[in-house]
């Protein structure tokens, strides 16, 4: 990879044993190791510069013509190649290698990993810390366990990210990396937020009084998405990451903004409490961020000089001429993907799909009551309210289920219920490709992407349901990937032209910046953490969130919503610099 299907995976034998690889850092949902080079790893020599990534649980799979776990996490690969890769660019994307594992493997590293890991991600927890189950319902997840590894049995070969080749920098000096979990880059433009007109389901089958519809309205069209979960998260506690520490006070969409300096302020804010949102990796070990000793290190640069490198790196609205002499994109088309396949919001996969909700529907109407601590009535999950018997998609559960479930490789596509890739390509990519690079110094969205989405009217989306779900399952993906930034200082080594040189690592997005001091700056930028996420599995958690984001926002800041009532709607958040 990336682009097109991945190969067979390697056996278990192929894979060195558990006591050379060590323990990298982990999410919610997969394990990192890295591999231990080391004089006698003989046979193992090509695993040098790899990371191991184990999945705790199993994949979400609703839906899918169940052909087993292991064709199943080939598709997941594929899925990144076919359909994630033509969203952001290839360039950012990173080779996988599917390998399997066995029992005895995951035992031994589970057993050697255990007292390195947080507490918090030792109780296998999907929720927020702080938040009760029955307030937001976790995904439906049979294989979620205490033990933390699950017992699937393949797991995925990655580069270090944090690395960079020996070819990039022969003789170099340290390497930083620097992971950045950027979350969402735009605001919502769906005709389906809170609307009453639009659709009124969520009013009616919600039973949600018309004063919080409007607030979240008002609130998600003024104020991001990270800013007011951060506000929930507060209430909820420290979280995993650097337990006890405060959330910060900046708006991750200043990250996709282009501009230098608004990235470089909004890292170092990030920095004073970067939770799971900014990790400082030195050759490829986690350091605390503020550890970077400029002393120590040979690159002689403080926290601040490494992440105004990394904010050089990632803005990509100078001018043209500087586009042309660096040329990395990522933010914008990661942005600007995020809100072309986010046209429907969550709130619209509930106006487009409401068999999607039917089992969760309840969890869902205990948000709405004025009382939000009034107790929770759980047999109302087994009572489909009336008018979710009446499927609007004219499809059953289990259809729908296989339409948006992982798409099938290309020579399973006319099996069974299962869906192709190329179906998928059709519907995610076919009216958007055009727009993702579309005016790049406008700033992410560009104003044809923001035009293409207003000229979608709630007949179109309505009428092409499959579409907008498929292309909301992709953002989902694109709102929780991670960027790592990982460079080199490095003595200038000839006299530069002023011609572009050819990039330093091969088949990446990747490139040299000159430094003032005569020095320059070796770098490469890739994206991880793709997975494929299931609508079927999520959606209801996702739906939830978002309306508990809001009402915790509207009732913890007043004036805020007060403010934002005589606002006019702008596309940028309050809270952004821009
Ligand atoms: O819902 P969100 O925005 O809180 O995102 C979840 C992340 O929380 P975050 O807000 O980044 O701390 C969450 O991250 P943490 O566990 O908090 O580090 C996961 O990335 C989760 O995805 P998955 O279950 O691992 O596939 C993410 O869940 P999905 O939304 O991607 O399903
Ligand atoms: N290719 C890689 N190179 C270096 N480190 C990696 C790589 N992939 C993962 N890691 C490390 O492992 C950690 C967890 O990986 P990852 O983000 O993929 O887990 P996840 O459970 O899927 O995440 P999330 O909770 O965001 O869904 C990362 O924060 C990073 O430290």
Redesign the pocket.
Known sequence: MPGGAPGPASAPSDLPPAHLWRY?????????L?FTASPDVGPFASFAGK?L?LP?RAADHPGSANPGQEARDLQKLAFVGEIIAPLIGAQYI?QSVPIRTTPEFRRQVAAAIRPLRPAARLSGSTLPPGINPLELPGDDDPDLGPCGLSSVTMATL??????LPDSCCPGGGSTL?F?V?PKWGFMPASPFVASAAAGTLSASVLEEPAPIREQRRLLKSRVCRGCMHRNLKAKAGPGPDLPGEGLGDYCGTDLFSGNEAHIHATLLDIARAPR?NL?L?ID?D?RPLGDLDSAELDTGLDLAAALGIVARILAFRQDSNAMAHHPCDLMFRLAQAQFLTDVIDIEGALELCPELFERTIGALMSLAPAQPSAPFDLSRLSQPLPVLKAPLCGQDLDSLAAALALPALAKEGDSGQAHSMAEWRRDVLEDITHLLLADTLAGAPSPVAVDFARSLTVADLLGDRIRYLRKLTCAATLK???V?VTFQVRCCSAPRSGAEESPPCTGASSGVLPLPDGREVVWRV?V??L?FKSLVARSARWLSLDHLIARRYGEANPAVLERARHLAKQPRCLWSRV
């Open positions: 990298v850092g982990e999410g919610a949902a997969h394990v990192a890295a990371v990534r705790k990173q990655y580069d270090d990210l944090t690395l990396a992971e979990k799971n990790r990796f490829g986690q929780d990937c991670s790592y890739q991880a953490d997975d």
